[in-house]
């Protein structure tokens, strides 16, 4: 089945020309995927092998031969920075995958059905709110112990309700509008409905939200690997690299600023092609602004 936009349509070649004279869009693409390439290149290499100890290294600063300068194993920090960042995004990616794909269901069948079927998924979503990411994280290691992919699931179920919140808000908006009631007079259903004419108006929203739970997504992991319950060593993760430097801050500050610094960089590239999203897609948010 293919979906309909009732919005004004734009050719892709008009999006392209707002999209590149958009600083926003612009700026934050361009971070965004360098980061991504450095995530990608770190497959197949990196400086140094991140995970071989050389005591002898140990807390170097930059250098010519360390950029980014040595850890407490003598580490690479630059490498370690490298397939810490595959790690972020693959952990924050599939999270919000997981959060799309069962939270924007749930919003639109909420908004479609109403009565106790909204009554009940809202209140089901205020329960998941309830738990943070961390204290999920701290449930499921708990009980499966510490790793990526419970960090994964904690994450993901936290980005449930917020999807499900914007998905139903979202179609609320378009349920008057004169066109749904046209193709409810001509007999289609509300599921039909729903795919036709609603997802395809909030397909903005939703990717301005996933933009903005991917950031989050890369602070909460950052977050749970700081406190042990994420990405697991010897695979490098941002958050333990700054767990590993808070006792070194004086000694070796380069152990914590660069992986800081990562983390910054990656979530303001997310957060500008969020805003910038938002001006090419929607005219309305162009207007406000």
Known sequence: MTLRFDIPEENFADILVKAFTNRSFLAGFVITALVAAVAIVSFFWTPFDVTKLIIADKTQAPSPAHWFGTD????????????????????ALVAVGIGMGIGVP?????????????????????????????????????????????????????????FARVARAGALAIWPRDFILAAR????????????????????????????????????????????LGTQPPMPSWGRMLFDAQTRMVAAPWMAIFPGMAIVVTVLGLNLLGDGIADILDPRSRRQR
């Not at 709110?129 to 009980?143: D, R, V």
């Open 72 to 91: 407490h194993f003598g580490r690479d920090i630059l490498s370690m920075i490298m397939v810490g960042a595959r790690n972020s995004i693959a952990v």
């Open 106 to 162: 749930l919003g639109a069948f909420a908004a479609a059905r109403g009565g106790i079927a909204d009554e009940a998924v809202m209140r089901l979503n205020d329960l998941v709110f309830a738990f943070p990411a961390l204290l999920s994280a701290i449930m499921i290691t708990a009980i499966f112990g510490p790793g990526a992919l419970n960090a994964i699931i904690a994450i993901g179920i936290f980005n449930i309700p917020v």
């Open 185 to 228: 007079a001509a007999g289609k259903g509300k599921t039909l409905i729903t795919l036709e004419h609603v997802l395809p108006n909030i397909v903005t929203l939703l990717l301005v939200q996933g933009t903005i739970q991917f950031a989050l997504g890369i602070l909460a992991e950052a977050g749970l690997s700081y406190v042990g």
